[in-house]
């Protein structure tokens, strides 16, 4: 994980004062820093434009959370030991409407990585045109190697906490890394038992059965690639015959693959946190899926079943050749040296799947070498979209059909893509999908937080 932040040299003197507090207000969250100076970075021509930005303090009020709860977990294990946990809910910005937004059970968890993450669900959420604020939560508890029963108290543990403040007109969360199906149906049911409420749209990703949506689970993988597919027509090309690699082996990735094979693409590498397989025949997802889905098991026993593919510790992913590279493992996973082997190799679009996978200098070094960068706030947008229409047919009591759910995913990703292509035209960079998604999101959220007031 890279520790250096950016630098304040690409922004004007008062977006560069405004940045550095930031930095000064918090200290030791290198990752939230990054965030930030990805966004702020980009706005220079808005506040030329519209001075009344700066007048009304929004960018300084949007990087200020409007809520931050973090709270003790104490749970027993199946030893009957006891265990404490620390968790966290930022509620950040609710100017769109109820917090929305993940929560990640894994050990790298600190304030900093959910306040970069609630930094981007802000803009993220806003690109979806649905109404939903932005907000992240979570914990560094472990669920690796844990037992269902050991997973099931945490959680209840963790609810019996978060659920004061949730609600589905206040704060809606939903999975992240480490948490899934499995996790949402225990702090579902706690929240419904503390409650006596079954109030279906204050989580996402719920089981079919019982208030989830057709499409959800896969809708961060297809919507990635939905994304991508915009950006390869854009300059003539296709997934048609394409080759991809995907990072990752988690259900980002498993569902971009699925619907990267489906529009023709040939996926020749795929990861996990221990190494990389490459399969020049083609990765058999329903092995992958095997694996990882049932077994929970390492992506190196791949190989044994497939004589095609080799597994390896040694170099990157990213040294495979390919057309189109989808990171979609976790944050700053994809570095400059990385970033340069692919572009020399003649990759043209790089999409991110996961939140900020790629390094500011890779960044850089992709944009510097014309190949397409589809940012994650964008790209990724898809999971969370699909959140909104998870919640929209709670309200409604209804349940929509898979196809009816993933055309409006579809068209919302296509949607999101022709927002950030013109916004990038009309700031005077055509192609710079960072830059379009910053400004279409930023403009969204301060325009309605002027609106409400100095609150
Ligand atoms: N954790 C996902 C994201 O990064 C989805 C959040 C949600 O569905 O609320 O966008």
Not at 108 to 127: D, H, P, T, W
Not at 180 to 201: M, P, W
Not at 222 to 239: C, D, H, N, P, W
Not at 285 to 290: A, F, N, P
Request: charge should be negative; glycine fraction near 12%; aromatic fraction near 8%.
């Amino acid at each position: 994980m890279t520790k250096k932040v950016g630098t304040m040299a690409d922004m004007g003197e008062d977006l560069g004062k405004i940045y550095q507090t930031v930095i000064d207000r918090n200290p030791g969250e290198p990752e939230f820093h990054q965030a930030v100076h990805e966004v702020v970075s980009t706005l220079t021509p808005v506040f030329e434009r519209h001075p009344h930005y700066a007048d009304q303090r929004v960018l300084e009020r949007i990087c200020e959370p409007e809520r931050q709860i973090i709270f003790r977990v104490p749970w027993m294990n199946d030893k009957n030991e006891i265990e404490i946990n620390r968790a966290f809910r930022v509620e950040f910005n609710s100017a769109l409407g109820p917090y929305k937004g993940g929560l990640r059970f894994h050990p790298s968890v600190y304030l900093g990585i959910i306040k970069f993450l609630g930094f981007e669900q802000i803009f993220k959420n806003a690109l979806t045109g649905m109404p939903i604020g932005g907000g992240k939560g979570g914990s560094d508890f472990d669920p690796k190697g844990r037992s269902d029963a050991e997973v099931m108290r945490f959680c209840q543990s963790f609810m019996t906490e978060l659920y004061r403040h949730m609600g589905e007109y206040t704060d809606v969360p939903a999975g992240d890394i480490g948490v899934g199906g499995r996790e949402i149906g225990y702090l579902f049911g706690q929240y419904k038992r503390i409650t006596n409420r079954y109030e279906s749209g204050v989580l996402t990703g719920k089981g079919l059965g019982w208030g989830g949506s057709l499409v959800r689970t896969e809708a961060t993988g297809y919507g990635t690639v939905f994304f991508a597919r915009e950006m390869l027509t854009k300059i003539g090309q296709s997934f048609d015959g394409a080759r991809v690699s995907v990072s990752g082996s988690g259900n980002v990735a498993i569902y971009a693959v699925q619907k990267a094979q489906e529009l023709g693409a040939k996926v020749v590498a795929m990861s996990d946190s221990g190494g990389y397989i490459v399969d020049e025949a083609g990765i058999d997802l329903d092995l992958v899926r095997e694996i990882k889905e049932v077994r929970r098991g390492r992506i190196s026993e791949y190989v044994d079943a497939r004589s095609s593919a080799h597994y390896s510790t040694e170099g990157s992913l990213w040294d495979v050749p390919v057309t189109v590279a989808l990171p979609s493992a976790t944050q700053n996973e994809l570095h400059a040296q990385h970033a340069a082997t692919l572009a020399k190799n003649g990759c043209v679009v790089v999409a991110e799947g996961a939140n900020m996978p790629c390094t500011p200098e890779a960044t850089t070094i992709l944009t510097e070498a014309k190949v397409a960068f589809g940012p994650g706030k964008a790209a990724n947008a898809g999971g969370v979209a699909t959140s909104a229409l998870e919640m929209q047919q709670n309200a409604a009591r209804d349940n929509w059909t898979f196809e009816q759910t993933e055309r409006r995913l579809e068209e919302i990703m296509v949607d999101i893509h022709e927002a950030c292509a013109t916004t990038a035209e009309d700031y005077g960079d055509p192609g710079n999908y960072v830059l379009g998604a910053n400004i279409a999101g930023f403009i969204d959220v301060a325009d309605a937080m002027i609106a409400h007031g100095v609150i």
